[in-house]
C-alpha cells in the first residue's frame, strides 16, 4: 500500500521539495505530498500531481484560445460572411461540447496519465489506443513549430526578415519554452496560469471594444450594428453562385469553426498530473468548455457587426502571403476601420501573447502525449524516464527536436510547403474527437455491462450515448468534407488541387494504418464490454485522493475575494 506524509522538519537540501526530507524521497515507491499538497513521487517512472485545478482550466483555455480567434476568424468571414460564421462557430461549440464531456465522464473514473489514449487502450482495443495516441502527438509535433513561426512573424510588424532574421526570435522563443517545461509541472502550472489570465483579460478586452465600437462610442461615431449583415449580407456565396453558394459558404466557415476549437481537448492530457483529478477534471472540462463558446460566440457575433466581408483590408489579409501574419487578425481591421490610432499596434503585441502561450502549451501536450503512449509500452521506454521534478525529460527532448521545423519558414518557399503540415492538424485533431467519442461509447456499454450504475460515477456525460453517437456522426461528416474544394471545378479552382488533398486526407489512411498495422504484428483483439479493465491502478488514484482529501482538510483555507469572487471573477480564472 502507498503511504502518503509530509514531514514538516527541513531536509538536507538535496530533496527536491524542501518540505519532505531526502529519506522519504527516496524511499522510491511511496509518494508523499509536498508542502501545497502535489503529490511526487521518486522512482522515475511517474508524473508529479503538482496541477491544480486553476491551472489546468486554464492551460486548457490557453491552448485552445489562440490564432484560430483572433486570426483564423478572418479567413472565415471573408469567406463565409457574418452569418455563416456565427451559425458555424456555435454549432461547432456544441459539438466541442458532447466531446468534453464524454471524456470528462472517462477522466473522472480514471484519471490516468495516459490520457485518453490510455482510455482507447482499455476500453476499445490496444491499436485503437496505439493510432490515438500517436495521431495526436502528431498534432502537436506539428502545431508547435508552428506557433513559432506565428511568433516570429507577428515580430516582422516591427522588424522585417531583412533587419533581424526570423530564425532568431524562433530560437528565442524555443529554448524559453523547453526551459519553461523543464523547470517542473508546478513551474509550468503557474506561468501558464498567469500568461493566459492575460489572455482572458485580452479577450475580454477585446469584446467589451469590441461592444462599445458596435454602439458608436469610436472616433468616428459610427452606429454599426447588423448593417452589414444587410449590405453585403450575412451569407457570402462560396464557390458556387444562390443558394448552393450560400450553403458551401457555411459548410466552409464550419471547418474553419473547428480548427478554431482544436485544443479543447487537451485538458484530457492534464489528468496525469492533476491535483484532485475526480473533482478538479470534470469542474476544469466544463468551464473551460463555458468559457470558450462565451469567447468565441460574443468575439465572432461582434466581429460580424465591425467588419464587412468585402473589406479590401480583410481580403488582403486572407492572402496566401498574409495568412499567418498578425495583421491578418480581424480585429486589427475592426480597429482601423473604426479610426482608432496607436491600438492595432499594441493588439499586434497582445497577439504575442497568444502565440507564445500557446506553443508553450503546445509543446508541453506533446512532451505529455509520447510519455503516455511510453507507458502504456507503445512507444520506446526510455521516453518513460522521468526527472526528481516529475518532468519526462526524454520525452520533451524528442517533442522539442520536432520544434526545429519552424527553421523551414526562414525561407520564404518553404512557406507553402509548411503550410501544407498545418492542413494536416485538422484531420488529426478530428480523428482526436472521434476517438474520443468512439471510446466513451464502449466505456458507457462497458460499464453497464459490469453494472457500474450513474451514481458510482464521479462524472457522467449529460448527453450519455445518444449524444456521443451524434457528435459521432458530424465529426465523420466533417472529416470526410473538410477539403471540399479541391472536388470543385470553376473559375477558381480549375483543376484538382492535389496538394491540398493529400495534405487534407493524409492522416486518414495513416490513422486507419496504424490501426490495422498493430492489430496485425500484436495479434490483439478488440475488449469486449465484460472484459474491460476499469479497476488497474485505480486503488492508487483513491489514495491519493484520499490523501489529498486529508491534507486539505488539515489545511483548510478561504478561498481569495469571498463570496463576489467566487460567483462573479472565479469562473474567469
Given amino acids: 500500500m502507498a503511504i502518503f ?113 490510455g482510455y482507447a487502450t482499455r476500453f476499445v482495443d490496444p491499436a485503437f489506443g496505439f493510432a490515438l495516441g500517436w495521431t495526436y502527438w502528431f498534432k502537436y509535433i506539428i502545431t508547435t513549430p508552428n506557433q513559432l513561426t506565428a511568433f516570429a512573424l507577428v ?81 457570402k456565396p462560396y464557390i458556387a453562385q444562390g443558394d448552393k453558394g450560400k450553403f458551401l459558404g457555411f459548410w466552409s466557415s464550419l471547418i474553419n469553426a473547428v480548427f478554431a476549437y482544436l485544443g479543447t481537448e487537451l485538458v484530457g492530457v492534464t489528468v496525469g498530473e492533476a491535483q484532485n483529478p475526480r473533482k478538479t477534471i470534470p469542474r476544469a472540462i466544463k468551464l473551460t468548455f463555458y468559457r470558450i463558446l462565451f469567447f468565441y460566440v460574443l468575439s465572432i457575433l461582434f466581429l460580424g457587426m465591425l467588419v464587412p466581408y468585402n473589406s479590401t483590408q480583410l481580403a488582403f489579409a486572407t492572402s496566401k502571403k498574409a495568412g499567418t501574419r498578425a495583421s491578418a487578425s480581424p480585429f486589427v481591421v475592426a480597429i482601423r476601420l473604426a479610426g482608432i490610432k496607436h491600438l492595432p499596434g499594441i493588439l499586434n503585441a497582445c497577439i ?78 478530428l480523428l482526436t474527437w472521434i476517438s474520443i467519442l468512439v471510446t466513451h461509447v464502449y466505456f458507457v456499454k462497458a460499464r453497464r455491462a459490469q453494472g457500474i450504475t450513474n451514481d458510482q460515477m464521479p462524472y457522467v456525460a449529460p448527453f450519455g450515448l445518444i449524444g456521443s453517437y451524434i457528435g459521432l456522426f458530424f465529426c465523420i461528416l466533417i472529416a470526410l468534407t473538410k477539403n471540399f474544394p479541391v472536388f470543385t471545378y470553376g473559375k477558381e479552382y480549375g483543376k484538382f488541387d492535389y496538394k491540398n488533398f493529400i495534405t487534407g486526407y493524409l492522416g486518414i489512411p495513416l490513422y486507419i494504418i496504424m490501426i490495422f498495422g498493430y492489430k496485425f504484428w500484436h495479434k490483439t483483439k478488440g475488449i469486449k464490454p465484460t472484459e474491460a479493465d476499469f479497476y488497474t491502478g485505480k486503488d492508487e488514484i483513491d489514495r491519493e485522493e484520499e490523501a489529498f482529501l486529508a491534507f486539505k482538510a488539515a489545511n483548510k483555507k478561504d478561498q481569495p475575494g469571498g463570496w463576489f469572487y467566487r460567483h462573479f471573477i472565479a469562473w474567469l480564472f
Fill in 352 to 429: 504575442l501573447v497568444f502565440t507564445f502561450s500557446a506553443s508553450n502549451s503546445d509543446l508541453y501536450i506533446a512532451s505529455r502525449t509520447i510519455y503516455g503512449l511510453a507507458e502504456q509500452g507503445h512507444a520506446p521506454r526510455f521516453l518513460k524516464y522521468t526527472d526528481k521534478r516529475g518532468v519526462p525529460v526524454t520525452a520533451l527532448g524528442v517533442s522539442s527536436l520536432f520544434c526545429l521545423l519552424a527553421y523551414m519558414n526562414v525561407s520564404d518557399d518553404s512557406k507553402v510547403v509548411f503550410g501544407y503540415f498545418v492542413n494536416l492538424v485538422t484531420i488529426f485533431g
Fill in 155 to 235: 515580430i516582422q510588424e516591427w522588424k522585417t526578415p531583412k533587419q533581424v532574421n526570423p530564425g532568431v526570435w524562433i530560437t528565442v522563443v524555443l529554448v524559453t519554452i523547453i526551459a519553461i517545461n523543464y523547470f517542473g509541472v508546478r513551474f509550468f502550472g503557474e506561468f501558464e496560469f498567469w500568461l493566459s489570465s492575460l489572455k482572458v483579460i485580452i479577450i475580454v478586452g477585446l469584446i467589451l471594444l469590441s461592444f462599445i465600437l458596435v454602439l458608436g462610442g469610436g472616433p468616428t461615431h459610427d452606429r454599426t450594428g447588423f448593417r452589414y449583415y444587410h449590405n453585403p449580407g450575412a451569407f
Fill in 5 to 117: 506524509k509530509r514531514n514538516s522538519g527541513s531536509s538536507d537540501g538535496t530533496s527536491p521539495h524542501a518540505d519532505i526530507s531526502k529519506a522519504e524521497y527516496q524511499a522510491g515507491e511511496a509518494p508523499v505530498l509536498s508542502s501545497d499538497g502535489a503529490v511526487v513521487y521518486a522512482d522515475h517512472q511517474h508524473l508529479h500531481r503538482g496541477l491544480k485545478s486553476r491551472h489546468i482550466t486554464m492551460i486548457a483555455i490557453g491552448g485552445a484560445i489562440g490564432t484560430g480567434l483572433i486570426i483564423g476568424s478572418g479567413k472565415a468571414l471573408a469567406t463565409s460572411g457574418p452569418g455563416s460564421i456565427l451559425i458555424s462557430y456555435t454549432l461547432v461549440g456544441l459539438l466541442v461540447y458532447v466531446v468534453m464531456m464524454g471524456l470528462g465522464e472517462m477522466a473522472a473514473w480514471l484519471p490516468h496519465a495516459s490520457g485518453f489514449a
